[in-house]
């Protein structure tokens, strides 16, 4: 916090208060500009101020480990997982790629098989086999390698997780249910479990799963994130507020964890960290690519009044994907909006045209509608939130649609929405008979109870 005070001579002077927040800003800014001395110096100062913060000191070590200064940041995490919090399992991963950095192969293998055999979560998975792979060259042998803590259940866990993608909600709920009931500590299907929850608009059930994992791991990236998304979904505020403090200081080690803060940044409003997060992730090349990365990048930046460094990412975009619209639509309203001296208006994150222009579209070719909603989990989902949480027109618009389509995965959606709903929801107004002839049929009277009593929404 920055006041300003009046000296008896009348001068101001300014006060500025250090704390870990204002060096943690610094080293941010240093980071972005790739000055990382500067940005070491600071992340050290945000240690000093508050020690046992072990976000503190991991954003430490990855600026370390950055500047090739492997043995430094092995320390710094040692030091994490012997003093500060040892549950902090992910350090080990960390730890195993720096000593495969300075070529000790022996270390880096204790040190993976230490975070395999550990780690509830198993986040780090796919980069783990990445370096045993590496390790088993090296070494001219086999990783020793007893058991994957995480690995319990993951064959029906890829599964669930392909259904996901797929939009397939429902049948993913009733995998993840199996497997987080048969193995409560798998962190990573229970995080699953509550995003497909959420998809569905089952706030409930789906900040239920979420308190859950972080009871077991309170530090979980993918968990803190889930539930800053869904505070803000059910209007808390306050809640919201404490846990955006925490996450706004947080520098990521993997970019995995990077992409993930990015995204939860720009739903969550808070663009220009979304923005910076993005940049990162572009600069750091593997992945550079991909346009609807520039897509998320050009997001974050118009809805952070950047149009020129928006404009840039966008044009990237459509040089990457030139059978794509989506990069063209946008170009063309940021244009537009210039043109006629006027604000653009917010920006989805997601790499698809806006849901109104896209029901314009389909009206004119039907059948290119519903191949696009089969293929694009994304698009289902947001007939199920238009559904339930949009206005009366756009629910009328959206029923309209879905007769377009002969789809069961949605027709079973439907029938568990017009359940909820014959609990006391305001669908009938908006298309509730016109549902019900979609899974046809008038409406059954095991769907619209005697009772008066309205069930807690899932």
């Excluded at 299907?189 to 409930?204: I, K, Q, V």
């Excluded at 803190?224 to 846990?243: H, K, S, V």
């Excluded at 949480?389 to 629910?395: I, M």
Aim: aromatic residues 10%.
């Amino acid at each position: 916090m920055i006041e300003k005070t009046s000296e008896p001579d009348g001068r101001k002077v300014i006060s500025v208060a250090l704390n870990a927040n204002f060096f943690f800003e610094r080293a941010v800014r240093s980071l972005d500009r790739f000055q990382y001395e500067k940005a070491l110096k600071n992340f050290r100062k945000a240690v000093e101020y508050e020690p046992e913060n072990p976000v503190n000191h991991c954003n430490m070590a990855g600026i370390l480990s950055e500047m090739g200064n492997y043995e430094a940041s092995n320390a710094v995490l040692a030091h994490v997982l012997d003093k500060v919090d040892p549950s902090m399992t992910e350090c080990h991963f960390y730890m195993a790629n720096n000593f495969a950095n300075m070529e000790n192969f022996e270390e880096a293998e204790r040190s993976l098989v230490t975070y395999l055999e550990e780690d509830v979560n198993g986040e780090f998975l796919a980069e783990s086999e990445e370096l045993m792979e590496l390790l088993h060259y090296e070494l001219d042998r086999p990783v020793s390698l007893h058991r994957i803590r995480s690995r319990e259940g993951a064959v029906e866990h890829d599964r669930a997780r392909s259904l996901l993608e797929e939009g397939k909600f429902p049948e993913a709920v009733r995998l993840l249910e199996e497997i987080t009931q048969g193995t409560p500590d798998f962190l990573a299907a229970r995080n699953n479990l509550a995003l497909a929850y959420f998809y569905m608009g089952r706030f409930g059930k789906a900040k239920e799963c979420i308190a859950q994992v972080l009871e077991q791991e309170p530090g979980n990236l993918h968990a803190l994130c889930n539930m800053a998304i869904f505070l803000q979904y059910e209007g808390d505020r306050n809640t919201l507020e404490g846990l955006l403090l925490r996450l706004e200081v947080t520098v990521p080690f993997h970019r995995e964890h990077v992409f993930k803060l990015a995204t939860t940044m720009g739903i969550l409003g808070r663009h220009r960290i979304a923005y910076g997060h993005f940049r990162r992730l572009l600069r750091g090349g593997d992945i550079g690519g991909d346009a609807g990365l520039y897509h998320y990048c050009a997001a974050a930046a118009c809805n952070s009044g950047l149009r020129k460094e928006a404009e840039r990412c966008w044009l990237q975009a459509s040089k990457l994907d030139p059978a794509s619209v989506v990069p063209r639509f946008f170009l063309n309203l940021l244009q537009q909006s210039a043109a006629e001296g006027l604000d653009m208006p917010p920006v989805s994150y997601n790499y698809q045209l806006p849901f109104q222009e896209q029901l314009k579209q389909w009206k004119a070719n039907k059948g290119s509608f519903a191949e696009q909603v089969r293929a694009n989990p994304l698009l289902r989902s947001s007939f199920f939130w238009a559904l339930r949480y949009g206005d009366d027109s756009l629910k009328q618009q959206v029923t309209e649609a879905l007769g377009w389509l002969g789809d069961e995965e949605l027709v079973q959606a439907l029938k568990e929405l017009l359940n909820e709903q014959a609990q006391g929801g305001r669908l009938e107004e908006a298309g509730l008979p016109r549902l019900h002839k979609l899974i046809g049929g008038e409406p059954e009277k095991d769907l619209r109870p005697e009772s008066k009593e309205r069930l807690p929404r899932g």
